[in-house]
């Protein structure tokens, strides 16, 4: 409960920013903080979606950004249109970002960690969902560079459940890949204590025949 309040008493200290200079200058310190280049739809999630920066002084900010040679945009390693600071840019940003407080600054930085975090999780596992005559699976895929690291159809008897599912696992994907790890460890251990059980049942097995027949109990 404390912490709602916190978060609604910070939203109330940062309302949307209502003009492109201070849109732009925070624009450009994101840029610098973050030391690599933005995809646009990323950006514009991070500072409009996120209603840090109102969608029309944000567009009128990217523009005067760019005409100014403060900003330009570049293809980024997957060759997707990205904003870039400049060398003036960044000296635009370092000079000006006292112009606008720090709850702003320290707002949109947060929320720009926040955005990639959900991408990076994204982007490590793929959720589907998959209708069946009753009820629909949740197939689940935690990727790696080279391979899939797990591979998994989860059951639910309807999509609600099934979103809801979904939605869990992408709260700690990690989390989730861990507890399958380790309950297979667990039943293979289980498995393996089990077989070492069947041995020892087996040698005892032997050593006691052994001794009967020593002690004559086998002779015809």
Known sequence: MQDKNLLKMSEMATPTVMDSYTASILICYLLRRIGKPIQKEHLYDIAVGNEIINY??????????????????????????????????????????????????????????????????????????????????????????ECDLLDLKLYAPDLTQ???????????????????????????????SKKRAMDEVKQEMITVASMMAACGFFAV
Not at 86 to 115: H, M
Not at 170 to 189: C, D, Q, R, T, V
């Open 162 to 192: 099934a979103k809801f599912l979904g939605e869990q696992i992408m709260k700690n994907p990690a989390g989730f890949y861990g507890k399958i790890l380790e309950a297979a460890f667990s039943n293979e251990e289980a498995e393996l």
């Open 56 to 145: 029309f002084f944000y567009q009128e900010s990217i523009t005067n950004l760019i005409h100014q040679n403060l900003i330009q945009v570049i293809p980024d390693k997957q060759n997707v249109p990205a904003f870039q600071l400049t060398d003036r840019g960044r000296e635009y940003a370092r000079q000006l970002k006292e112009y606008v407080s720090k709850p702003y600054r320290n707002k949109l930085v947060s929320a720009a960690f926040r955005y990639f975090a959900k991408i990076k999780r994204e982007n490590e596992v793929k959720l589907e969902y998959i209708p069946l005559k009753k009820g629909y699976y949740v197939h689940v895929r935690c990727l790696d560079r």
